[in-house]
């Protein structure tokens, strides 16, 4: 089992920053990828970056590419997402997921693990 835990959102202005972390536990963290996905209300949840189990690879959606950036910190367990630039439209409850057996995914079905998610608002 792996446990996730998100911090770091909150409600910032159009055009501000935000990190997220999510703290993973119950398996080595070299082991996983890591995702971030998002979900607007009303709305599918979302890819918006991945980050590969040795950090070698990243993938990004193309509405955040350039905007936000996805890294690891394999000591501390941690994955991050720092989002610059931001804009009403990334508004949405976020979430760090993990998967243990796959290639670096975009697809929300092939993580196995989810945290609870973090709400980011972002007003105009």
């Known amino acids: 089992q792996v446990q996730l835990v998100e911090s770091g959102g909150g409600l910032v202005q159009a055009g501000g920053s935000l990190r997220l972390s999510c703290a993973a536990s119950?398996?080595?963290?070299?082991?996983?990828?890591m995702g971030w996905f998002r979900q607007a209300p009303g709305e599918e949840r979302e890819f918006v970056a991945a980050?590969?189990?040795?950090?070698?690879?990243?993938s990004y959606a193309d509405s955040v590419k350039g905007r936000f950036t996805v890294s690891r910190g394999n000591a501390k367990n941690t994955v991050y997402l720092q989002m610059d630039s931001l804009k009403p439209e990334d508004t949405a409850v976020y979430y760090c997921?993990?998967?243990?057996?796959?290639?670096?995914?975009?697809?929300?079905?092939?993580?196995?693990?989810w945290g609870q998610g973090t709400q980011v608002t972002v007003s105009s």
């Open positions: 980050i590969s189990r040795i950090a070698g690879l990243t």
């Open positions: 997921a993990a998967d243990v057996t796959r290639a670096l995914s975009t697809r929300s079905s092939d993580y196995e693990y």
């Open positions: 119950g398996r080595t963290f070299v082991t996983l990828n």
